[in-house]
């Protein structure tokens, strides 16, 4: 079992054309190797260069909860909601209560 934090790699068999074949991906250390082979198949593969996985600070659910009602009142923003036919409906803040575009 490979320590958490280990890179992921992605590889491709590479088919006698040349093109990319079956993709798969590897947990190895950095000081590893690349692979030459398939480890299933025996099949010759190249590493593909992919953008890495990060978590950082920002993820789905921490965007959902810096741009809430609640914190955005809290930072002393004011937030308006579409209500249709120009008028906007406030949400968070304060400020009056409607505005309209017109």
Excluded: C, H
């Excluded at 991906?25 to 690349?34: A, H, L, N, T």
């Excluded at 190249?46 to 009142?73: F, M, V, Y």
């Amino acid at each position: 079992m490979y320590p958490i934090g280990m890179p992921t790699y992605v590889y491709a068999v590479v088919l006698p054309d040349g093109s990319d074949g079956r993709v798969f991906e590897v947990v190895q250390r950095m000081s590893d190797q690349p692979l030459t082979k398939d480890p299933e198949s025996g099949e010759p593969v190249r590493r593909l260069i992919t953008a890495p996985n990060l978590s950082l600070q920002w993820s789905e659910s921490a965007g959902k909860k810096k741009l809430s009602d609640k914190n955005l009142e809290r930072l002393g923003f004011t937030k308006y909601q579409n209500a249709g036919g120009g008028t906007f409906e406030k949400r968070a803040g304060a400020g009056p209560n409607a505005i309209s575009a017109d």
